[in-house]
């Protein structure tokens, strides 16, 4: 091959790599830019509550922009954020507007547990809402050896809600009922008392609570804001839930057996079902889900 040849190969080697990273990172660039220079932070808020980042609430800046790039680089888990949405916010959002509590604590459900239903913490929180079984107890959810009524996403978001307005009811504020959701309502006004403050953002705490506003307010802004963050082919489509009926029934003494007579697909029915822990109902007053084919 001649010296020339061998030049104008390269050459078009290097103009198509050119192309190429170019077309990348135009695609991408939405992805690398720097989004402190976008947000408009005098429209960050939670419930209403507007967040500062000055003065005295300089450290604000950092703590928010620290969990925006935790959750706007953990593209993985945000994909499957925005993927898990319609199985879950719809009915999170309507039973919300139902009790008027602000739209913004479906974010709770998200940093909780991811959306995923089946979640279950170190700590022994389980479901959308993590509920610890002596607080799911309290209101009103059956956890026991057979049934684990945490796991039923539409029962846990009642006890979620009923909780909610019992916070406000405490603390007569929306921010201070998130972080009392984490804190425990004890914990937080033992801080609030010891500080004589009357603000979460005029608080010291403890990380995980100090970072539990701040990474529901970073969700917030990344969902509601994901098709210019992100590009929609990375996003992808969402999930869709089945189409579902509900059959009441008293005692099952063989759920597979069941299934079989009813011809209802088991493995589905479990899936649909993830509250029940074993194969039998005890007798009560149960509301089973199945396809509705």
Not at 110 to 117: C, F, P, T
Not at 130 to 139: G, R, S
Not at 223 to 236: C, K, W
Request: proline content about 2%; some cysteine; overall charge neutral.
């Amino acid at each position: 091959m001649s010296k020339s040849r061998l030049i104008l190969i390269v050459s078009i080697l290097i103009l198509f790599v050119s192309i190429g990273i170019f077309l990348f990172v135009g695609k991408s660039s939405q992805h690398t830019a720097d989004l402190s220079k976008i947000i408009d932070y005098s429209k960050i808020n939670f419930a209403g509550e507007k967040v500062s980042f000055e003065g005295k609430y300089y450290y604000n800046l950092e703590k928010f922009e620290k969990e925006l790039s935790v959750t706007r680089f953990n593209l993985y888990q945000f994909v499957l954020y925005h993927k898990r949405e319609p199985l879950y916010i719809p009915y999170i959002e309507k039973k919300l507007k139902e009790a008027g509590i602000p739209d913004d604590f479906k974010y709770l459900a998200i940093a909780e547990s991811g959306l995923r239903n089946e979640s279950l913490s170190s700590a022994g929180a389980g479901g959308i809402w993590q509920f610890v079984p002596d607080t799911a107890k309290q209101y009103k959810l059956q956890v026991n050896d057979t049934v684990d009524e945490r796991y039923n996403f539409e029962l846990e978001t009642d006890a979620a809600i009923t909780y909610f307005k019992k916070l406000y009811a405490d603390f007569h504020d929306w921010t201070l009922v998130a972080a009392a959701y984490n804190r425990w309502e004890n914990g937080l006004r033992r801080a609030l008392d010891d500080q004589k403050v009357t603000s979460y953002y005029d608080l010291y705490l403890n990380e995980e609570t100090t970072r539990y506003l701040f990474r529901i307010i970073a969700i917030k802004y990344l969902m509601e804001n994901r098709y210019e963050v992100f590009n929609t082919d990375e996003l992808g489509d969402v999930f869709m839930a089945p189409k579902t009926k509900i059959i009441e029934v008293t005692e099952l003494a063989d759920i597979k057996d069941w299934c079989f007579s009813n011809k209802y697909d088991y493995a589905m029915t479990r899936q649909l079902n993830q509250w029940i822990l074993w194969n039998t109902l005890p007798k009560g007053n149960w509301k089973i889900k199945v396809l509705d084919l």
